[in-house]
Every structure is written in structure tokens, then in C-alpha cells.
């Protein structure tokens, strides 16, 4: 049995998904997990988690509150999470791809809400996206209720070690998009378009800048589509669009405007083609490419 001890009273949401990974990583059944501030219990502790005052991995000591507190290359300091999936990230995510992709998306940010670094910018719409720490805190004691902190931190690691094993599957599984991807782009001979037998995200093919559209079948299976491929990854703009006079279209108005004779649909925005058939698909990306 593993005695984790961590802080008591308000918890965030690096010390929640700090203690899940351990509770992954043990399993919760061997997992103790006790929240205090008493000294003498922190000493107790098999492993420390963001409290106590010591970075010490050796001795399984991962605060990150003290002077010399370890920094990222890239300037965001380790917090409690990133220290924890630093040290037992790849044993949890089992590979080093997984728990790298999994410290990008989740652990880095955060890591860089607990201490204070903003990552992004408001628009004119004033609006901040949802962060994992905003839902960590729903599972805080309402104000003015006598509910118990430790009841809400026990349920909400419960909801992290869900979250982190289904990052996981799906980290697995864009790994392994990624890999199918670049095997199809390697063997194509033309480049612009690419057509794949499995459904695929454009997005691993912004990396490939010959590409403009891939041609797949759809999820249904009756169907196939032809989807644009992003200029960069922080744009939603494409390198190429279907006629606009396409745009919105369906069914015998697509075809006939399209010459694609089972054209299904067509976005507004032209950035997806949906036909009948693989050659449908393949005839509308033609097109649009010229």
C-alpha cells in the first residue's frame, strides 16, 4: 500500500490529476491517499504530492511551491502534475510517444494554470475557453455548505483518472493515424490529392504542404468524403475550397451544378465534398484543384 499524501483544503487541478496518475500507475486499490498540512504526517508519506516544500524524485518528493522549483525548457515551470507524469508519465501512458503527446495537451497547461501563465489571448467576443482547472473546481464545497473538501477531491480524481486513460486511447490512436498517414503520402505518387481506405483527420496532413485535399471513406460507410486540408494549425482557413457556387448544395442541386453525379453535399464554406462512391469524391477534389 502506498501512502500519497498531498494538500489539505482547496484543491486544483495539478494536485487532482497528480494523485490520478499515481492512482493509475499503483492502482487505486493500493493507493492510500491522505490530504494535510501536518508536518509530521507529510514525513510519513511513501510519496509527496505539491506539498512539503521539496523536489526530490529519488525520495518521491514533488512539490514545486519553493525556491529552485524546476522550469521547462520552454519557460513554464513543473507543478505538481508535470512532476508526477514527469517521473511515471511513460510507465502510465506506455510509450514515450503517448506521454509526450499526453504532457503537449494536458500537462502543460496545467501545469501553466496553476502557476499563473496565461495561454491565450481574449478576442472581441470576451470570452475565455473552459479549462480543466474550471472543471476541477466544480467538485469544490458549495459556498456556504458544510460539504467536505476531500469527498470533492476523492470524486474529481476519479473524473481525472477517466480522463487521463481516455487521452491515452486516444493519443494511441492519432499515433497510429499519424504512422497510416504517412505511409499513404510516401507511396502516393500524386501528392495533391491523397485517397485513404479509413476515415482520417486532415489535420495530420497540414505537416505535408503538396497535399490540398484527401479523399476517405466516411464513418458510415456509405458514403465518401473529400475533405481541404488546413494552410497551418493555428488557421481553419484551407489551401484550396470547392466552388463557391457549391457551397451548401445537396443531392440532384449538387450534382448538377458539380457535374458530380452522386454528390451528396457540399459545406457552405467549401471545405468538404460528400459523394456516393470513391469516385465521386476523387472527381469533386479534382475539380476543386484544377
Not at 179 to 198: C, P
Request: proline share 3%; glycine share 6%.
Amino acid at each position: 500500500m502506498q501512502k500519497i499524501i498531498t494538500h489539505s483544503g482547496s484543491f486544483h487541478s495539478d494536485d487532482i490529476f497528480a494523485v490520478a496518475t499515481l492512482q493509475l500507475h499503483f492502482g487505486v486499490e493500493n493507493v492510500e491517499v491522505i490530504r494535510t498540512r501536518d508536518e509530521e504526517i507529510i514525513a510519513s508519506g511513501d510519496i509527496v504530492v505539491d506539498v512539503g516544500g521539496v523536489y526530490d524524485a529519488e525520495k518521491q518528493r514533488f512539490d514545486h511551491h519553493q525556491n529552485g522549483a524546476p522550469v521547462r525548457d520552454n519557460g513554464i515551470p513543473y507543478a505538481a502534475f508535470g512532476l508526477i507524469w514527469k517521473h511515471y508519465g511513460e510507465q502510465v501512458a506506455g510509450s514515450p510517444e503517448a506521454a509526450a503527446d499526453i504532457e503537449r495537451r494536458f500537462v502543460l497547461p496545467i501545469d501553466a494554470n496553476d502557476v499563473g501563465i496565461s495561454l491565450y489571448d481574449l478576442n472581441d467576443k470576451n470570452i475565455a475557453p473552459i479549462t480543466l482547472q474550471d472543471l476541477m473546481s466544480l467538485w469544490r464545497p458549495v459556498w456556504g455548505s458544510i460539504a467536505d473538501d476531500d469527498i470533492g477531491f476523492t470524486e474529481a480524481c476519479a473524473f481525472a483518472r477517466d480522463t487521463i486513460l481516455r487521452a491515452i486511447l486516444q493519443t494511441k490512436g492519432d499515433i497510429a493515424q499519424k504512422q497510416y498517414v504517412e505511409s499513404i503520402y510516401t507511396e502516393a505518387i500524386n501528392k495533391q490529392v491523397l485517397i485513404f481506405d479509413k476515415s482520417v483527420s486532415t489535420f495530420h496532413l497540414i505537416d505535408y504542404p503538396e497535399v490540398f485535399v484527401a479523399v476517405y471513406p466516411s464513418e458510415e460507410g456509405d458514403r465518401w468524403s473529400a475533405a481541404m486540408v488546413r494552410k497551418s494549425h493555428d488557421s481553419f482557413e484551407t489551401r484550396v475550397k470547392f466552388p463557391a457556387e457549391w457551397g451548401g448544395l445537396r443531392d440532384e442541386e449538387l450534382a448538377k451544378v458539380s457535374d458530380v453525379s452522386d454528390a451528396v453535399f457540399c459545406h457552405k464554406a467549401g471545405f468538404l465534398f460528400v459523394a456516393r462512391s470513391k469516385e465521386g469524391a476523387l472527381e469533386a477534389a479534382r475539380k476543386a484543384i484544377g
